[in-house]
């Protein structure tokens, strides 16, 4: 399908099975039971592609679209042609189906059809996804050996793809209602003396920037171990307004000279991916000044595992395979998490860590559930 600009589009129906191992019931069933995998070398066949970025792919091959979907519309009222023509006015290019989830939102209130509108910059999603194929042969040998895959093996285009995922969050939602949820916190931001936030596994520097924004009596400290993401938070921060109030630093949270100074300490989309995610939990808690306390934001999972699964937790756990369980199990006896942790184990871990007050935060997101730990 052609949409505006001649760009290429797919349109993603219920039609089937169709998958990189099979496009049928049957073969898509017995392709699993076999583990076949589908990522493999890119395949365009009459084209030249060897000089594009991205050589491996999840490739779906010898499908017949249009015999699929004539299949699929036999005997409705639809003809092939109109259906085809209407799923392309719908979302024939990203704008549309950034539209579509407004509306689907628009009933939920004011924040989910922000949260849908501006949820992610979808250019981002092929950049994350193809960094989570990039060390595929790490991966694979990091599974038979029981080893992790460093973060770093994955390349700026998982740390710029997760970037254009987040940072519509970080810089509509952040400072308008996720933190405005948790009153005390809230004002304690607003108030003098000037409030000092430590934003830890700051990434791209988005979220240290939307704090910075919404709270203009607070300085923030970026903080990260990933040196090219800090050197992009950089980049990120000069010539914004908030400049003179946000310092990036590549360092770790267990910093002696940290201790104790900060009333807000935040981890955004970052614990399940740690080795060690008590031990950091435990720095960070050394972290807090007086009355100080950490706010946690992490994937919405399900309270427990169930078969068949969400649709969502299917993505995590997709995410996890690739990339977040391999870099959590790197190091000596690491805790390999997994993108799909759940509340109790959040908890857990914020005991061990020596926490004493534990709270899932009454804010509402598609994607992420917060958590706020005290001392």
């Given at each position: 399908?052609?949409?505006?600009?001649?760009?290429?589009?797919?349109?993603?129906?219920?039609?089937?099975?169709?998958?990189?191992?099979?496009?049928?019931?049957?073969?898509?069933?017995?392709?699993?039971?076999?583990?076949?995998?589908?990522?493999?070398?890119?395949?365009?066949?009459?084209?030249?592609?060897?000089?594009?970025?991205?050589?491996?792919?999840?490739?779906?091959?010898?499908?017949?679209?249009?015999?699929?979907?004539?299949?699929?519309?036999?005997?409705?009222?639809?003809?092939?042609?109109?259906?085809?023509?209407?799923?392309?006015?719908?979302?024939?290019?990203?704008?549309?189906?950034?539209?579509?989830?407004?509306?689907?939102?628009?009933?939920?209130?004011?924040?989910?059809?922000?949260?849908?509108?501006?949820?992610?910059?979808?250019?981002?999603?092929?950049r994350a996804f193809a960094g989570g194929v990039r060390p595929l042969d790490e991966v694979v040998?990091?599974?038979?050996?029981?080893?992790?895959?460093?973060?770093?093996?994955?390349?700026?285009?998982?740390?710029?793809?997760?970037?254009?995922?987040?940072?519509?969050?970080?810089?509509?939602?952040?400072?308008?209602?996720?933190?405005?949820?948790?009153?005390?916190?809230?004002?304690?931001?607003?108030?003098?003396?000037?409030?000092?936030?430590?934003?830890?596994?700051?990434?791209?520097?988005?979220?240290?920037?939307?704090?910075?924004?919404?709270?203009?009596?607070?300085?923030?400290?970026?903080?990260?171990?990933?040196?090219?993401?800090?050197?992009?938070?950089?980049?990120?921060?000069?010539?914004?307004?908030?400049?003179d109030r946000v310092t990036f630093y590549e360092r770790d949270a267990a910093d002696p000279e940290?201790?104790?100074?900060?009333?807000?300490?935040?981890?955004?989309?970052?614990?399940?991916?740690?080795?060690?995610?008590?031990?950091?939990?435990?720095?960070?808690?050394?972290?807090?000044?007086?009355?100080?306390?950490?706010?946690?934001?992490?994937?919405?999972?399900?309270?427990?595992?169930?078969?068949?699964?969400?649709?969502?937790?299917?993505?995590?756990?997709?995410?996890?395979?690739?990339?977040?369980?391999?870099?959590?199990?790197?190091?000596?006896?690491?805790?390999?998490?997994?993108?799909?942790?759940?509340?109790?184990?959040?908890?857990?871990?914020?005991?061990?860590?020596?926490?004493?007050?534990?709270?899932?935060?009454?804010?509402?997101?598609?994607?992420?559930?917060?958590?706020?730990?005290?001392?």
């Amino acid at each position: 399908m052609t949409g505006p600009g001649g760009l290429r589009r797919v349109v993603v129906t219920g039609l089937g099975a169709v998958t990189p191992i099979g496009n049928t019931v049957p073969d898509f069933w017995g392709a699993m039971r076999r583990a076949k995998v589908g990522v493999g070398p890119l395949v365009l066949p009459g084209e030249d592609h060897h000089d594009l970025k991205i050589q491996i792919a999840a490739q779906v091959k010898d499908f017949d679209s249009k015999g699929r979907l004539r299949n699929f519309t036999r005997d409705k009222v639809v003809p092939h042609a109109d259906l085809e023509a209407e799923l392309g006015r719908l979302v024939g290019d990203l704008r549309g189906f950034d539209r579509l989830l407004e509306r689907r939102h628009r009933r939920r209130g004011a924040g989910h059809a922000r949260e849908a509108g501006l949820r992610v910059e979808q250019r981002g999603a092929p950049r994350a996804f193809a960094g989570g194929v990039r060390p595929l042969d790490e991966v694979v040998a990091a599974y038979r050996s029981g080893e992790g895959v460093p973060y770093e093996h994955y390349g700026a285009d998982l740390y710029e793809g997760q970037e254009a995922f987040t940072r519509p969050l970080f810089t509509n939602l952040l400072g308008t209602e996720w933190l405005p949820a948790v009153d005390d916190v809230h004002k304690r931001l607003q108030a003098d003396p000037p409030a000092r936030v430590a934003d830890v596994a700051c990434g791209c520097g988005w979220s240290s920037i939307g704090i910075a924004r919404a709270y203009p009596n607070v300085s923030v400290d970026g903080v990260d171990l990933d040196g090219p993401s800090i050197d992009k938070a950089r980049r990120n921060l000069e010539g914004t307004d908030v400049a003179d109030r946000v310092t990036f630093y590549e360092r770790d949270a267990a910093d002696p000279e940290l201790a104790g100074q900060y009333d807000l300490v935040t981890i955004f989309e970052a614990l399940h991916d740690m080795s060690y995610p008590v031990d950091v939990l435990r720095s960070v808690k050394g972290m807090l000044a007086e009355g100080g306390s950490v706010i946690i934001g992490d994937e919405r999972t399900e309270d427990r595992f169930t078969a068949p699964a969400s649709d969502l937790e299917r993505l995590y756990y997709g995410f996890s395979v690739l990339h977040c369980l391999p870099v959590g199990m790197v190091g000596d006896d690491p805790a390999g998490t997994g993108t799909v942790m759940r509340t109790d184990t959040v908890k857990r871990y914020a005991e061990e860590a020596g926490f004493r007050g534990f709270e899932v935060l009454p804010i509402d997101s598609d994607f992420w559930r917060f958590y706020r730990l005290t001392p």
